[in-house]
Structure formats: C-alpha cells, structure tokens
C-alpha cells in the first residue's frame, strides 16, 4: 500500500502533464507570435513560386557577403546594414529602414534596462513580478505613456 500511492500519484501527474501539453491550437495560432513578428509565407503559397525562391535566394547571398565583409569591424551592425543595402534595388529606402529598426531595438533595449534597474535586488518570482508591472507601466508597443 506504501508503494501503491507514490506510484498512483506520479502516474496521474505524469497523465496530467501530457494532457495539458497536448491542448488544441487557438483561435489565434495562425497570428504572428508574441514579440508580433511575422514569419514569411512558404514561397509555395506565393502568387509567383519561382520569383519568391529567386528573391529569397537573392537576399541570402546579399546577407553572406555583408556578413564576411563585416566580421572583423568593431561596429558590425552598421557594416552590416551598409553592405546589404548597398546592393539593394533602393539603397536609400534600405538604409532608412535600417535606421528605424535601429532606433527601435535601442529604444527596446533602453526600456529592458531601465526595468532591470528599477528591479534591482529582486530575485525569484519577486523579479518576474516586478519586470512584469515595469513592462505594463511603459505601455503597449513599448510606447511610454504621458
């Protein structure tokens, strides 16, 4: 009997958790993910399969020989930015929208530390809290409220 319960108890356990984890996918499973980024379309489900695949192609072998004429520069993201645009169809368009994502992140990463500082001393749960409400005090998109 000893025995018995320990054994029920992580057999039901063991039953839960793989009921739980295979649960049926949303309404919303189709959406971007969480950080609202958006995952390309198999060039399959293109108007034009062949164009896509060519495009695709294009842009990886832009993104290689940025990556290898970048590797040793002390500011990588700039190289980076630059050496892909330059071979891009609108340079200029290419480098302005580099920009924009470069402000953004920074601006990301300037909130992230402000709640980690403001979350100084905090380990544990206590932590997960305290980032948690920092993230709902800047508001939703990242955009300080005023």
């Known amino acids: ?19 739980s984890m295979a649960q049926s996918p949303s309404a919303d499973a189709g959406k ?6 958006h995952r390309m379309k198999p060039c399959s489900q293109e108007a034009d399969p062949a164009k896509c695949e060519a495009d695709r192609k294009e842009k990886r072998a832009r993104m290689a020989a940025a990556r290898e004429a970048c590797k040793d520069k002390p500011d990588r993201r700039g190289c980076m930015s ?3 645009c330059a071979k891009s169809q609108d340079p200029a368009k290419c480098q302005a929208q580099a920009r924009e994502h470069r402000a953004k992140m920074s601006k990301r990463m300037d909130e992230r530390q402000a709640a980690h500082e403001a979350c100084t001393g ?13 993230h709902k005090k800047s508001g939703p998109g990242g955009a300080t409220p005023k």
């Open 82 to 84: 630059e050496q892909y």
């Open 32 to 37: 971007a993910p969480m950080g609202g980024h």
């Open 122 to 134: 905090k380990r544990g749960d206590e932590l997960q809290t305290c980032l948690h409400a920092q």
């Open 1 to 19: 009997m000893n025995r018995l319960i320990p054994a029920l108890a992580a057999a039901c356990f063991s039953l839960a958790a793989a009921t």
